[in-house]
Every structure is written in C-alpha cells, then in structure tokens.
C-alpha cells in the first residue's frame, strides 16, 4: 500500500483574492427586516443569522426570523467563488419555499456591494417565473444590508424587501 505524497495531500483549491471579501461576512447578526407586502403595506420582523467560513472558499448561514403574520422561518444560504467558471456563485434553501435559489454574483469595483441575481417563481403569476436581484452592501465592519428586488412584467425593478445586519 502507497502513502499519499505531500504534494497529493494539498491538492484541491486554494482561495483566491475574491474570496477574501467572504470573510467581511463572517460572524454572528441581529437582523431588522421590512418587506413590501402585495396590498401595499409593509411589515417588520427580526431574526439572526450567523455565517461561517468553509476552507477559505465559502461563506454559509444559517438564519432564523418570523414570517409577516408570524410564524417561525429558517434559510440557509452559501456564497463562494467559483475559480473554474471565475464568477461569484450561491444558493439559498428556506422553509418558506420549495425552490432551490441559485445565484451569480458580481463585486463591485469598490468592494461594498455584491450583487446576485437569479430566477425564481413568480411571485404573483403561478406556474411562470421572473428575475430577482439580492443586493448586500457592507456599509462597515459591524453593519451591512440586504435588499431585494423582482423585475416586473415590464422589465421594471420593485424592492420587495430591505433587511439591516448589525453585528451581535
């Protein structure tokens, strides 16, 4: 029987530069959410999240709020830096949807924002979908934001929902 050798051992990918801003995420967050509801009026919850480091490629969390209405919702999400195809990738599950969002990701040129989009269910026509963009600002090393928009029929973008992190 052969020993793996050095070499061999440490094969596998190393993080880039691009995946250092993953870790300005990492951490444990209080969260303060207000979503557009589809009468037009707005409501609040709160929730934490907490993201930790997966071998310097990924960041994922794991968060808890309540749901407009009330009601307990869970989600968990994964962020990373896909070297083959050189694009910022990332999913998220929740307990409130069955749909496995996939995203693609750009940074912009500054470093505070990273944008994803993706394509999801309609959120107000059954069985067609729609673009949605998830948009996080790091507005500094204890606050960022979430805010997410879908594109309307007529290409328009309607913010649905802004969440504020502070860190716990």
Not at 44 to 54: P, Y
Request: proline residues 4%; contains cysteine.
């Amino acid at each position: 029987m052969s020993t793996a050798t050095e070499e061999q051992m440490e094969m596998g990918t190393k993080p880039l530069p691009e995946h250092a801003w993953l870790n300005k995420m990492v951490g444990e967050w209080k969260t303060e959410t207000e979503m557009m509801m589809p009468d037009g009026s707005t409501a609040r919850a709160s929730g934490t999240e907490s993201i930790k480091n997966l071998g310097g490629l990924w960041a994922y969390a794991e968060g808890h709020g309540e749901m407009p209405g009330g009601g307990p919702f869970t989600y968990y999400a994964g962020l990373g830096y896909d070297v083959s195809f050189k694009e910022y990738r990332g999913f998220r599950i929740m307990s409130a949807s069955s749909h496995l969002w996939k995203y693609k990701g750009t940074l912009s040129s500054d470093g505070k924002v990273m944008t994803l989009d993706c394509e999801g269910p309609n959120m107000f026509k059954d069985g067609e979908t729609a673009l949605y963009k998830d948009v996080f600002e790091l507005v500094d090393g204890n606050h960022m934001t979430l805010t997410s928009s879908g594109q309307d029929e007529n290409g328009n973008w309607m913010q649905f929902m802004k969440a504020s992190y502070t860190r716990a």
